[in-house]
């Protein structure tokens, strides 16, 4: 090793030492995440889409009822990130969203970011030529009623530009006690394998 690089060009090559070094670096990065995660949520800000406001100020609006509606830190941190994926993944944005999420939440809260986009189709896919009971292929699972929850309680109500909407700096103290538990620890709860 040189420093503060691997010398391997082929994973299969890497020593114990180097890989070593890797993981230090790995750590250090993944020290910064809530930051990057914070700054993209930021992108979402700007231009409404033909809303009345932007996807930013929806997924604040989305967090500011959970809170208020007493919801758990780790689904009022989801309720604030459920739209995250909007700009990068468009078509499966609910997927993009949950994958930040699921290292760190619970099974339960890691459903419901991932089906959200399929729940909250209810309120508008059958304006739009599809079917608004897609979500019908979930009926009897657990999550069912908890994800058709979060989409009528939070995220279907949250475009209202005279809302009381709570700053970003209320909900970033919780975001950043959410990504400092340990990926996938005890905080997980049930066997994700279940689901």
């Given at each position: 090793?040189?420093?503060?690089?691997?010398?391997?060009?082929?994973?299969?090559?890497?020593?114990?030492?180097?890989?070593?070094?890797?993981?230090?670096?790995?750590?250090?990065?993944?020290?910064?995440?809530?930051?990057?995660?914070?700054?993209?949520?930021?992108?979402?800000?700007?231009?409404?889409?033909?809303?009345?406001?932007?996807?930013?100020?929806?997924?604040?609006?989305?967090?500011?009822?959970?809170?208020?509606?007493?919801?758990?830190?780790?689904?009022?941190?989801?309720?604030?990130?459920?739209?995250?994926?909007?700009?990068?993944?468009?078509?499966?944005?609910?997927?993009?969203?949950?994958?930040?999420?699921?290292?760190?939440?619970?099974?339960?809260?890691?459903?419901?970011?991932?089906?959200?986009?399929?729940?909250?189709?209810?309120?508008?896919?059958?304006?739009?030529?599809?079917?608004?009971?897609?979500r019908d292929r979930f009926?009897?699972?657990?999550?069912?009623?908890?994800?058709?929850?979060?989409?009528?309680?939070?995220?279907?109500?949250?475009?209202?530009?005279?809302?009381?909407?709570?700053?970003?700096?209320?909900?970033?103290?919780?975001?950043?006690?959410?990504?400092?538990?340990?990926?996938?620890?005890?905080?997980?709860?049930?066997?994700?394998?279940?689901?």
């Open positions: 090793m040189d420093g503060d690089t691997i010398q391997f060009t082929r994973m299969e090559d890497g020593t114990r030492e180097e890989y070593q070094l890797l993981d230090r670096h790995y750590r250090r990065h993944s020290s910064g995440f809530p930051d990057r995660v914070l700054e993209h949520l930021k992108l979402l800000a700007g231009d409404p889409i033909g809303y009345k406001i932007d996807r930013f100020q929806h997924s604040l609006q989305t967090a500011s009822r959970a809170f208020r509606d007493g919801a758990a830190e780790e689904m009022v941190v989801a309720a604030l990130l459920h739209d995250i994926g909007d700009t990068l993944a468009p078509e499966n944005h609910s997927d993009l969203a949950a994958s930040i999420l699921q290292p760190y939440v619970s099974a339960a809260t890691h459903w419901i970011v991932k089906h959200h986009g399929v729940f909250q189709g209810y309120y508008y896919f059958h304006h739009m030529g599809g079917d608004r009971n897609a009926r009897g699972h657990p999550m069912f009623e908890p994800t058709a929850e979060f989409c009528a309680r939070w995220d279907q109500s949250s475009f209202d530009p005279d809302y009381d909407t709570m700053p970003l700096s209320a909900f970033e103290p919780a975001l950043r006690r959410i990504f400092a538990r340990a990926p996938f620890g005890e905080h997980v709860g049930e066997a994700r394998a279940s689901w």
